[in-house]
């Protein structure tokens, strides 16, 4: 794998570095906030086309330094059962790495001045956050995914914050039916987290990185990933009992055969073949499951 990598193009090492299947993370919140805009009466394409472009930034952005600051610390060796990271295999040079990661950053930080122009200081606070938060999960002096934090922050930014803050930057307000239709995000984007901390359980763990996966154990994680798919679920449900929504928001629920399939797979092993593939079809789940959910609200 590695002899192929070094003779593929620089643009396809790049691409690989950026992990493309995990974008839906960062598409999936923000095509929810634009539905609960839109039906509200107030959706505005301009501020939502760039919140996503912001989203997908800071979510490559994050990738980057996960892959630099894991080799950098020792947690990315030989024996790591995920896909191939260009730091440790040297494809990406250090400095080169870093530089790329400022890039990145600093391209989301100038979407980002646009963003604050429409909704104001707390667009400002939320989008430093999100890039102090990418940049703290495996940097700094308490990195949050080696200290069992790594889910809960991605439940907040990648959930609640992008679903929020999509909305905010066109109503300007944020009503509690925002936060509750941001949960099933949430809930969905911390899965692919916990297939990916999963996989990796044992270099994780031998390396000194605390994820929660690490701290739960095999089966801790199977049942967290189990209930964040009952939680994702539950929520259009409860929406629609309570009568916040019309019943199109079960709409979501057709993706139900598929977080089957993925609970089947879960529990049958943690090889990191088939992992990885969990790891990717969690992270369609999570879009799928979004768009059916945005096109319910918006009907």
């Not at 980002?112 to 707390?122: A, C, I, N, S």
């Not at 297939?195 to 044992?202: A, C, K, Q, S, T």
């Not at 209930?227 to 009992?241: C, D, E, N, R």
């Not at 879960?266 to 079809?281: D, F, H, K, V």
Request: aromatic share 8%; hydrophobic share 55%.
């Amino acid at each position: 794998m590695e002899q192929a990598a070094a003779d593929a193009p620089r643009w396809r090492v790049w691409l690989m570095a950026a992990r493309p299947r995990t974008l839906p993370a960062a598409v999936s919140p923000v095509l929810v906030g634009m539905a609960l805009a839109a039906a509200d009466g107030k959706l505005n394409a301009l501020p939502s086309l760039a919140a996503l472009a912001g989203a997908l930034l800071i979510q490559v952005g994050a990738n980057l330094a996960n892959d630099y600051y894991d080799f950098v610390q020792g947690t990315d060796a030989a024996g790591r059962k995920g896909p191939l990271r260009v730091a440790q295999s040297g494809l990406i040079p250090l400095p080169q790495l870093r530089l790329g990661i400022a890039l990145t950053f600093g391209l989301a930080t100038l979407v980002g001045l646009y963003l604050v122009w429409v909704g104001g200081w707390p667009i400002l606070i939320l989008g430093l956050a999100s890039i102090l938060s990418a940049l703290a999960y495996t940097a700094g002096p308490y990195p949050l995914g080696y200290h069992g934090l790594g889910d809960l922050f991605v439940f907040l930014f990648f959930g609640l914050g992008a679903v929020c803050g999509t909305y905010y930057l066109q109503a300007l307000t944020v009503t509690p039916g925002v936060v509750v239709a941001a949960i099933p995000v949430g809930a969905l984007t911390v899965a692919i987290l916990v297939v990916n901390n999963l996989r990796d359980i044992d270099t994780d763990r031998q390396g000194g990185k605390r994820t929660l996966a690490v701290l739960l154990g095999e089966t801790g994680s199977r049942l967290e990933y189990a209930l964040l798919l009952v939680l994702a679920y539950a929520v259009p449900l409860l929406m629609w009992l309570s009568g916040a929504t019309s019943p199109w928001v079960l709409i979501s629920w057709l993706t139900l055969p598929l977080s089957v399939r993925l609970l089947r797979t879960i529990y049958s092993g943690t090889e990191g073949p088939r992992l990885n593939m969990t790891l990717a079809a969690t992270a369609n789940l999570d879009l799928a499951f979004s768009l059916l959910f945005a096109l319910g609200l918006v009907l």
